[in-house]
């Protein structure tokens, strides 16, 4: 048991430091977009946060695609397969940039109108659009970034994406200071200068990434000389574990930017609440989610091994870990939320809105964490994506949705009681979550059934 303990703790230390730190940076880029244009005014933190839902979504969608071939390359890992691994890698690099060129097209031709249902107000989708035509061109680089990042976390090698990671945030605010308010000979720019500075951070973070795979890790690097060959057992399994997650992040990515729709019934004021909070609230859960990819690496290797009752004592772990810190970061952020929303610079009337805003989400943030913890770390770990798609979608556009168009559509109610019925998703997706858990149905051996297949 001792030596069990240390394998695990060692393991989780490895992995989870580096991927919490660096998802923590990823989500200081809107942050740092956010806290920079604040004082351009409300709408200029409203135009950041519709902008950004777009690219959440695009994030939503890679994130189902890359997803499903990561929990084979995680097993496949744990058996050394390394031309299984390089043949997913290859497979993940073509579907982001066909994905990302598609979504940038369609972006492309159907602004300002895509940008009218959140708001109708004329100056702020005139702002929003501006901002969009600029960093939109940065999707296809963050998705090989994404494709390449993905691959290489399934093997557990993290610290050189948090490398890239902070050069690229270092990048984007010394940029941001540079080009939204005029310094170091620069114009003012205002909102288009933060696109800008997000713009080449972007493509310094995917050149970057590149440069490393093709010179330090090839087992995951797209051969540039040859053809790789097309399995089409191994695509087709891999199809089906990840046309769920597709599904899954897909419509959760659009039920979400749906969300911000509802909350724009309440008026740009209520969306600059919302991206104060979500802003908050995205950098505090990106621990969790290096947290749960850690889980997912860790569980899926062990399945991969057929050490099955080992990757279920993970999974337990793995969940009083975040039940304690789940707690006690909710503690956290309800103390700390009136400093928190502060730099934002908003009007004291908003201020005391969404820190009520941010208090509320403090005190669902146990949930938030289990729901990652089952649902990235668990249950995807062990190839049970039909059922997270289920859970997931079930609980958004029947719970979530509803409840939140009708308190902002039809009782028009205060932003702080529609947040909290937006806040019943979670509460209902991890009580109905839990039972899967505990009941180990969640455990399938991809690896095996795919060489059974072959």
């Excluded at 579907?95 to 940038?104: E, M, R, T």
């Excluded at 708001?119 to 969009?132: A, G, H, I, Q, R």
């Excluded at 249950?379 to 994506?385: A, E, I």
């Amino acid at each position: 048991m001792m030596r069990l303990n240390d394998e695990f703790y060692s393991k989780l230390y490895r992995l989870a430091v580096p991927l919490t730190i660096q998802f923590l940076f990823s989500s200081s880029f809107f942050l740092i977009d956010s806290i920079m244009v604040a004082g351009l005014g409300v709408e200029a933190i409203a135009a950041v946060g519709i902008a950004g839902q777009f690219e959440f979504m695009l994030g939503m969608i890679l994130a189902g695609v890359l997803s499903g071939p990561a929990v084979f390359i995680a097993q496949y890992y744990g058996k050394r397969d390394y031309d299984s691994i390089q043949k997913l890698a290859a497979l993940t690099v073509y579907c982001g940039l066909a994905i990302s060129f598609i979504y940038f097209i369609v972006l492309t031709f159907s602004s300002p109108h895509v940008f009218m249902p959140f708001t109708d107000d004329k100056e702020l989708v005139e702002m929003t659009s501006s901002f969009v035509s600029i960093v939109s061109y940065g999707y296809i680089a963050s998705a090989v970034t994404s494709a390449f990042a993905m691959n290489l976390k399934s093997i557990g090698v993290v610290k050189v994406i948090v490398y890239v990671t902070t050069l690229s945030l270092l990048l984007n605010t010394v940029l941001n200071y540079a080009l939204i308010y005029g310094h170091f000979g620069f114009a003012p720019m205002g909102v288009d200068g933060a696109a800008i500075a997000t713009l080449i951070s972007k493509l310094l973070q995917m050149v970057l990434t590149i440069v490393y795979v093709y010179t330090k890790r090839r087992e995951v690097a797209v051969p540039l000389l040859r053809r790789v060959p097309v399995d089409r057992a191994l695509v087709g399994k891999v199809f089906t574990v990840t046309l769920p997650i597709i599904i899954h992040e897909t419509l959760w990515g659009l039920g979400t930017t749906m969300y911000m729709m509802a909350f724009g019934l309440l008026g740009a004021t209520a969306i600059a609440i919302i991206q104060v909070s979500k802003v908050i609230g995205n950098f505090v859960m990106a621990g969790v989610q290096g947290f749960a990819l850690a889980a997912s690496v860790m569980i899926g290797e062990q399945i991969g091994l057929r050490h099955r009752e080992r990757a279920q004592l993970y999974a337990e772990r793995f969940t009083r870990i975040g039940i304690a810190a789940g707690i006690a970061i909710g503690l956290a952020l309800f103390a700390a939320a009136p400093q928190a929303v502060r730099l934002f610079q908003i009007s004291e009337y908003l201020h005391e809105q969404a820190v009520s805003v941010v208090r509320i989400m403090a005190c669902m943030l146990i949930f938030n964490f289990l729901n990652n913890i089952w649902i990235v770390g668990v249950f995807r770990s062990g190839g049970d994506t039909r059922y997270s798609m289920k859970l997931v979608l079930g609980s958004t556009w029947l719970i979530g949705l509803p409840l939140a168009f009708i308190g902002a559509g039809i009782m028009k109610w205060p932003i702080e009681i529609v947040y909290a019925l937006y806040a019943a998703e979670e509460i209902s997706k991890a009580f109905i979550g839990y039972f899967r858990y505990r009941s180990r149905r969640w455990q399938h051996d991809l690896v095996s059934e795919t060489n059974e297949a072959l």
